[in-house]
């Protein structure tokens, strides 16, 4: 009830152009402007453990979720907007996702389950590796990587799979998403790309912003298409 607490405090009205404030006991540390008209307030709460970090993410009309992953860069809880769903990780994971080997040996499997407060339970597996590349986007070096993951019902039956292209910044231990496809669990494979474009931090302008910048008039003209949220997220970077 705590954590529920909290994600209704950070549910205000409707977010409008401007400057996003975290919940009290919060603090934004980087805005991310990505494609797939997404932009990104992560920030870190002083209750949770040592290197835990959120993620708020907003679209046109304002903020549609958040997650939470911490030092090994796991997926610890997330929500959905209107309605508010909770999915968070089960314990005993047979294969806990490692960021700390991901560096180390240039690739991590990882074999997890996750449960939602609606009832629903599904099991994830895949990979993540190091490509050997890096590049500068807006002034940030991130690492790319090759992932690859399928998650399932407890019957085996598919879910949604994911494969492509993510980026990873070693200072943060965080990742981000990249250009990839997707399959929905239908056999049907559709184009994916959340790769960053804009970074700001303290002080910078677009720092705190709610509104997305990129690719934004493509959604919309999309949009009777799309029925979905998971067809523009359903990537590594937003399970």
Same mark, same amino acid.
């Given at each position: 009830?705590?954590?529920?607490?909290?994600?209704?405090?950070?549910?205000?009205?409707?977010?409008?152009?401007?400057?996003?404030?975290?919940?009290?006991?919060?603090?934004?540390?980087?805005?991310?402007?990505?494609?797939?008209?997404?932009?990104?307030?992560?920030?870190?709460?002083?209750? @949770?453990?040592? +290197?835990?970090?959120? =993620?708020?993410?907003?679209?046109? $009309?304002? #903020?549609?979720?958040?997650? *939470?992953?911490?030092?090994?860069?796991?997926?610890?809880?997330?929500?959905?907007?209107?309605?508010?769903?909770?999915?968070?990780?089960?314990?005993?994971?047979?294969?806990?996702?490692?960021?700390?080997?991901?560096?180390?040996?240039?690739?991590?499997?990882?074999?997890?389950?996750?449960?939602?407060?609606?009832?629903?339970?599904?099991?994830?597996?895949?990979?993540?590796?190091?490509?050997?590349?890096?590049?500068?986007?807006?002034?940030?070096?991130?690492?790319?990587?090759?992932?690859?993951?399928?998650?399932? @019902?407890?019957? +085996?039956?598919?879910? =949604?799979?994911?494969?492509?292209? $993510?980026? #990873?910044?070693?200072?943060? *231990?965080?990742?981000?998403?990249?250009?990839?496809?997707?399959?929905?669990?239908?056999?049907?494979?559709?184009?994916?790309?959340?790769?960053?474009?804009?970074?700001?931090?303290?002080?910078?302008?677009?720092?705190?912003?709610?509104?997305?910048?990129?690719?934004?008039?493509?959604?919309?003209?999309?949009?009777?298409?799309?029925?979905?949220?998971?067809?523009?997220?359903?990537?590594?970077?937003?399970?």
């Amino acid at each position: 009830m705590k954590r529920l607490a909290l994600i209704f405090a950070l549910l205000p009205a409707p977010a409008l152009a401007g400057s996003w404030t975290p919940p009290e006991g919060c603090e934004i540390t980087m805005t991310v402007q990505s494609k797939g008209c997404r932009v990104s307030n992560h920030y870190v709460c002083k209750a @949770d453990p040592p +290197g835990d970090q959120w =993620r708020a993410d907003f679209d046109q $009309e304002g #903020i549609y979720f958040y997650s *939470r992953i911490n030092r090994e860069a796991e997926w610890i809880e997330s929500f959905d907007v209107n309605p508010t769903v909770r999915q968070s990780l089960d314990p005993g994971a047979e294969d806990p996702a490692s960021f700390s080997e991901l560096l180390s040996a240039g690739i991590d499997t990882y074999a997890f389950s996750l449960s939602r407060d609606d009832g629903t339970h599904s099991n994830v597996s895949g990979f993540d590796r190091l490509t050997g590349r890096s590049f500068t986007i807006d002034g940030v070096v991130l690492e790319e990587t090759e992932f690859d993951y399928t998650e399932t @019902d407890d019957g +085996g039956t598919v879910l =949604r799979r994911a494969r492509g292209n $993510e980026y #990873i910044s070693r200072e943060r *231990r965080n990742f981000f998403a990249g250009p990839g496809e997707t399959d929905l669990g239908d056999g049907q494979w559709r184009p994916i790309d959340g790769s960053p474009m804009d970074f700001a931090f303290p002080g910078d302008k677009g720092f705190g912003s709610t509104q997305p910048i990129y690719d934004c008039d493509a959604i919309l003209s999309m949009a009777p298409a799309v029925s979905s949220p998971d067809l523009m997220e359903a990537d590594h970077d937003q399970l």
